[in-house]
């Protein structure tokens, strides 16, 4: 061997050949350190990731662990079930009194219960115990907002820039609260720190333009509010702003043609924007539109309650309108009414003169307070009560009027925006927690759940449907309706609320509806078992339609073989359609699937008693039909199948309790009358089986008549005779609904029918004394939602 391979085998020194199987042994250990040092972590990642039902898995299996009903009290919070909420989060402050976060979300639930003491004494504590906290003053600084204290909430709001000077929302809060408190200046500096750490954000934009807009500085807020509208274009209270500024330091007509651009846009997407209606009636006026400037100035004038302080220009502008108009009654009123304005305008100045040189004492404070409020001047009547409340002789009656203008007095613009969220909450989690609340039938808590969904994201159209699907699951139709039309509107591709609506249109008996919304929905979704179900239910009822039912039917037994009602139904077209082997087999495999069913035993028996066969199946049939009316004791189908077949048999007296029954639950239905009528024939009762009998030949008659006359309107749908003739029908039928809504699209044909008029009046007038007046409005509504829908 050579020297250099010598050294090439040259083993290395004892304490390195030591340090690798020590590192190989050490590795495990510093694994396990690092799992159990990051143990917490990961628990509190899988608690706020975990769906609701895991939560209260997480609770039930660990009762004393702070985190677990930490954030089980936050989702129950965001899903609006305050109350377990309240206790979950009270519990666990119990359990962690030092805890930041538990004590913030306790007192945010409790200040959503309305329990306003409670959340201030929750943070004043948590303050107590950490002075430095800046989400606890800025909590503390949202408290007195919604108190209207603007004087704390500003002191609050500083407090957290002080501890975080790149908050931007506590600058834009101070700025807003400063403004509220008619310190401009203090308002302007505030705002233009936020402005100058978030230049994109058009809230401090908004903000900076209002109190440059209190020092009479219109340019420059022209400025600030041109660039909140580049961030916020359609935020109708920013055009509304932006379009007076653009109409006050108009000097060239392209300069006012801008601002009713501006005022235009802002009354499009908010018509009830009273500054909007007034400064664009103002800028029609200063280019001679006169008749434009009288509608937007009407308009104004109707919203005049949110105008305190720009009656008199409101009047004053109406004046030159009627004058130059030749509306002398008009110009009358107008001078009438900028009287009374400039009046009070003189009161408000010498208020406002006594009030700079602090010679206004409390008693006409209270006076001045008073007339503010009655003038629908609420931010000055706020303000006025507040200077109240340190004077125990008017304190009291000051609290007793802030509160009332808390509940009636709209919040100052401001205020909302500094206040707004910036971003949507992902609310994802919220929606399956949602889902899972009414798949488990809490449907109650389902609602609340959606509704708190939705009061974060209003455009939620998954929210809109679960919401639709509740109410529908509770006979809430109209709200259902409501909803489900909502969630269309933001989301024309959801099966389910598409479907949900169909069957609200059948239920509605507008067949016809939901056979178009059916068919359509097949067409553009994949296709599912239930949709082809659905549409066989739409066509089961006519004659016509029988073999288009059975073949829908029999589609969805194949695509979901397991489905017992699927079979039920289509073992009944089959039967109709005479396959009576076929139906025979599907009745008895879908009882076979669900022998406690009472609609598969129902049908079977049914079936059976048809049939007329041996002893041995018609004593299963009454077996089946027994059983079925043990389950639904008000099933009319199995009322009457019983009752007939008891009849059948003999036993008349055993059957007449069931066919009068069924009688009463459905005075409408032709068979029922006459089994009845067969039964008391039987027991040799002449008078009632004659009764039972005319009963039958008239409903007989009136649906055989009801038939060719819907056959009539279908034909010749601007018939006038036609749609009268069937809304009599439909009265004489109990179907009132229909019957007005025929009534109405006859009296729209023919409107002089004075006669008709009375008639369906007659009609209104008996159902209203008779607790039967239907919903007209809603069912309108249905049917025009149909014609906009196609």
């Not at 009354?267 to 007034?278: C, H, K």
């Not at 016509?544 to 073989?561: F, G, I, S, W």
């Not at 059983?627 to 059957?655: E, H, M, W, Y």
């Amino acid at each position: 061997m050579t020297h250099q391979a010598m050294k090439t085998t040259v083993r290395p020194p004892l304490r390195n050949r030591l340090l690798l199987p020590l590192l190989i042994l050490a590795l495990p250990l510093i694994g396990i350190a690092w799992y159990v040092r990051t143990a917490p972590a990961r628990a509190e990642r899988a608690l706020e990731k975990a769906t609701y039902s895991q939560l209260v898995e997480a609770v039930k299996n660990d009762p004393g662990n702070p985190r677990a009903l930490y954030y089980f009290g936050l989702r129950n919070r965001d899903l609006g079930r305050i109350g377990p909420a309240r206790a979950a989060l009270a519990h666990a402050a119990e359990l962690d009194p030092d805890s930041e976060d538990i004590a913030l979300a306790w007192a945010n639930v409790e200040g959503e219960a309305g329990n306003d003491q409670k959340t201030f004494e929750i943070l004043t504590a948590l303050l107590k115990r950490h002075p430095k906290s800046a989400e606890a003053h800025w909590a503390l600084a949202l408290f007195y907002v919604t108190h209207s204290d603007p004087g704390r909430a500003y002191q609050e709001a500083i407090t957290v820039t002080a501890l975080h000077p790149q908050d931007v929302r506590a600058w834009r809060l101070a700025g807003v609260q400063a403004l509220s408190m008619r310190q401009a200046s203090m308002g302007e500096a505030a705002l233009r720190r936020a402005v100058a750490l978030d230049p994109k954000d058009w809230r401090s934009q908004f903000g900076l333009g209002e109190a440059l807009t209190s020092q009479a500085r219109d340019r420059e807020a022209l400025t600030a509010y041109q660039a909140a509208a580049t961030l916020a274009p359609e935020e109708p209270m920013i055009l509304a702003r932006l379009g007076r500024a653009q109409l006050t330091t108009a000097t060239m007509p392209q300069d006012l043609q801008n601002a009713v651009v501006t005022l235009t846009r802002a009354v499009q997407i908010d018509p009830d924007n009273a500054l909007a209606q007034l400064s664009l009636g103002q800028a029609h006026l200063r280019q001679g539109d006169y008749a434009g400037a009288k509608t937007a100035l009407l308009q104004a004038e109707r919203l005049a309650a949110s105008l305190a302080n720009f009656r008199s220009p409101l009047h004053t502008a109406l004046l030159q309108v009627c004058m130059r108009l030749n509306d002398p009654a008009g110009a009358q009123r107008e001078k009438r009414l900028l009287q009374e304005s400039n009046r009070y305008n003189q009161q408000m100045d010498w208020l406002r003169t006594h009030l700079i040189t602090g010679q206004l004492d409390d008693k006409t404070c209270l006076k001045f307070a008073r007339l503010c409020e009655e003038n629908g001047d609420s931010a000055e009547a706020i303000y006025l009560y507040r200077r109240l409340l340190g004077d125990p002789a008017y304190s009291a009656q000051a609290r007793q009027s802030l509160a009332r203008l808390a509940q009636t007095a709209p919040r100052a613009g401001p205020s909302l925006d500094a206040l707004a969220p910036t971003a949507t909450e992902d609310v994802s989690v919220l929606l399956h927690d949602a889902d899972s609340l009414l798949q488990q039938k809490q449907v109650a808590q389902a609602v609340d759940a959606y509704q708190a969904i939705l009061r974060k994201d209003p455009n939620s159209a998954p929210a809109w449907q679960g919401l639709g699907a509740a109410y529908k699951q509770t006979g809430q139709n109209e709200a259902a309706f409501h909803a489900l039309n909502r969630a269309l509107q933001l989301q024309p591709n959801l099966p389910q609320a598409q479907l949900m609506l169909a069957d609200l249109y059948y239920d509605m008996g507008l067949q016809d509806e939901a056979t178009r919304r059916i068919q359509r929905l097949i067409q553009q979704a994949p296709p599912k078992a239930e949709y082809f179900d659905a549409l066989g239910d739409c066509l089961r009822d006519d004659p016509l339609t029988y073999a288009r039912a059975e073949d829908n039917y029999r589609r969805a037994v194949q695509m979901d073989p397991h489905q017992s009602d699927y079979l039920v139904n289509l073992a009944d077209m089959e039967t109709l359609t005479n396959k009576l082997p076929d139906a025979e087999t599907h009745y008895r495999q879908a009882l076979q699937m669900a022998p406690n069913s009472a609609h598969a035993q129902l049908a079977l028996g049914q079936f059976l008693l048809r049939q007329q066969g041996t002893p041995e199946r018609q004593a299963e049939a009454e077996r089946l039909l027994r059983s079925a009316l043990a389950q639904v004791p008000n099933s009319i189908k199995a009322l009457l199948s019983l009752g007939q077949l008891l009849t059948q048999r003999g036993d008349a007296k055993d059957a007449v309790p069931l066919l009068e029954h069924a009688v009463l639950l459905a005075p409408n239905q032709p068979s029922a009358w006459y089994n009845l009528a067969r039964a008391y024939e039987m027991l040799h009762n002449k008078e009632r089986s004659q009764y039972c009998y005319a009963a039958f030949r008239r409903l007989s008659h009136l649906s055989d008549a009801l038939d060719s006359a819907v056959d009539e309107t279908r034909n010749h749908p601007k018939s006038g005779p036609s749609h009268l003739k069937l809304a009599r029908l439909y009265a004489q039928k109990g179907a009132y609904a229909k019957a007005i809504n025929q009534y109405e699209v006859y009296l729209a044909l023919d409107p002089s029918d004075t006669s008709v008029h009375k008639e369906l009046q007659r009609l209104i007038d008996q159902l209203r004394a008779s607790g039967h007046m239907p919903n007209i409005g809603f069912f309108n509504e249905m049917v025009a939602a149909s014609v906009k829908f196609h």
